[in-house]
């Protein structure tokens, strides 16, 4: 709801309600002059209480208020209520109060005023942009370690953008952002959340700092698509991530590409490829969009294009793990093997605790080059695991060790049904020369789809499918071909 101040302008209103006061033209909550996190749709659904104080409000209601046209279940209003308790310290739920199995109640008073009180008013110094992620981080650490609160310190070649109005991030938040940054890019175990928790924090000093709701629809997108964690509260996370990053800066090119990848998800391609064309004319040569491009190019068979795109990518973030893991796969998938590892010793040298991920690709391309004896040390230096057995099977079967390739095998054969373990056997006959029961797998795979597996697992699946090299012998086979177009997958 909007009031006119005295000139006769628009001014959004300002909900005040015991110790806090919601101000709608920054989106935030406030208790005293201290910014409160809120997730985005718990904001709304807050606003909403807010709108309609001391009334039943129905979960029906809230859900047509704050969700509009989306399907979502009630479980989705249950945690924006939870998350409004923990922000409004409300424990005992006294003041949002629950009417079983019809909706809450908002039990305060409030009012209504046309801005926030001047004391409790928030001010903004503006900061340059930056680009090199390690600089920055040294820099703005430098200015911690010192004690001074003031932005990061500048490039040397940038200059401020005079076209950007948006107001500067308070230093703490670019602070707790750079360091988020970092920890995304190097992608260490732990580091996904951690760089999660790193953006929120700068969001709690700063809500309208548009670069850290980017960050975290990025690691919701991560999340999605490489672990195996509730998918419809992720997408909700990603979503209203994606919405305050696109209304604080729809001018940023990796705004627009956060918008692309989560329209892509939801399957409302028009407005992905909308995003996606207006991040390509905002910067199109930024490292994340060249990755996001090159991981297009690959997903289509075009992998020359592919490495092309993520090593320019490398070239303007050369430390970044992440983009020289995906390079190293690029150009493996190529039959560029040396090249390959060469990338993924580099990662290795950047975060050494990723290290052990790269003993079973090394170990596959030693097979691939015909050193069965180095592949062979490889596997067994893994943990036991289906691909462990696979990498066994064919090492042993390549060294004439019958009796123990035999026996990894019918170890792999006898793993929990799915298509991953098809796949490998399938890898495996190919690998032995028997073809024919190798398409009889891979037709299994087709008939089967790959509807009942996470999202990270199809992304596994269909890569292997495309650029197995064991399956290369297979590639002319009319089962094969049509693997790859299938409805299913």
């Known amino acids: 709801m909007e009031t006119r101040n005295s000139k006769g302008g628009e001014r959004p209103t300002v909900y005040r309600f015991g110790e806090f006061v919601l101000d709608v033209g920054r989106s935030a909550l406030l208790n005293g002059n201290r910014l409160v996190p809120l997730r985005p749709k718990s904001y709304e659904v807050l606003k909403a209480l807010l709108e309609r104080p001391a009334r039943l409000v129905s979960k029906r209601e809230l859900l047509d208020i704050v969700w ?39 039990e305060a008073g ?48 940038d200059e401020p953008d005079a076209a950007d109005t948006r107001p500067a991030a308070a230093p703490s938040a670019r602070l707790d952002y750079e360091f988020a940054e970092f920890l995304y890019q190097r992608r260490d175990p732990g580091d ?52 305050q990053a696109l209304a604080f800066g729809p001018d940023l090119a990796m705004n627009q590409l956060r918008a692309c990848q989560y329209f892509r998800i939801i399957r409302e391609l028009e407005r992905a490829a909308g995003h996606c064309r207006r991040a390509r004319e905002l910067d199109s040569q930024s490292p994340r969009m060249l990755a996001y491009l090159a991981g297009l190019a690959a997903d289509n068979g075009r992998i020359d294009e592919a490495i092309e795109l993520q090593t320019a990518a490398v070239a303007l973030d050369p430390v970044s793990a992440v983009q020289r893991n995906n390079l190293g796969f690029f150009l493996e998938a190529a039959g560029r093997f040396e090249d390959a590892r060469e990338q993924w010793a580099s990662v290795a040298d950047l975060t050494p605790l990723r290290a052990a991920e790269y003993l079973a690709p090394n170990a596959y391309i ?26 066994l099977a064919m090492s042993y079967y390549a060294l004439a060790r019958d009796r123990e390739a035999e026996s990894a095998f019918n170890r792999l054969a006898t793993r929990e049904y799915g298509i991953d373990r098809m796949l490998r056997l ?14 009889r797998l891979l037709g299994e795979i087709r008939e089967q789809g790959l509807g009942e597996l996470s999202p990270r697992e199809q992304s596994d699946i269909r890569w292997r499918l495309r650029y197995s090299h064991f399956l290369d012998p297979l590639r002319d086979d009319s089962v094969f071909a049509g693997l790859l177009s299938g409805r299913r997958f």
């Open 192 to 243: 996904l959340a951690r760089a999660g928790d790193r953006y929120r924090s700068a969001l709690s000093a700063d809500p309208a700092m548009a670069e850290a709701w980017a960050g975290v629809a990025a690691t919701a997108y991560v999340r999605i698509n490489e672990l195996d964690e509730p998918r419809e509260l992720l997408l909700q996370e990603m979503g209203d991530a994606v919405e």
């Open 366 to 391: 030693e097979l691939l080059l015909g050193d069965a004896g180095q592949a062979l040390e490889g596997f067994l230096a893994l943990p036991d695991s289906a691909e462990r057995d696979q990498g």
């Open 68 to 106: 509009r046209n989306q399907v979502v279940s009630e479980d989705s209003l249950v945690h924006c209520i939870t998350d409004i308790r923990r922000a409004l310290n409300d424990q005992d739920r006294r003041l949002v109060r629950t009417v079983a199995r019809r909706g809450y109640v908002l």
């Open 110 to 157: 409030v009012t209504r005023m046309d801005e926030v009180p001047a004391a409790l008013a928030l001010t903004h110094r503006r900061s340059p942009p930056h680009r090199d992620l390690w600089f920055r981080l040294a820099a703005a650490l430098a200015v911690l370690a010192v004690g001074l609160m003031v932005p990061a310190v500048n490039d040397a070649i």
């Open 426 to 439: 399938a890898e495996v006959f190919a690998w032995r020369g028997e073809l024919g029961l190798a398409a």
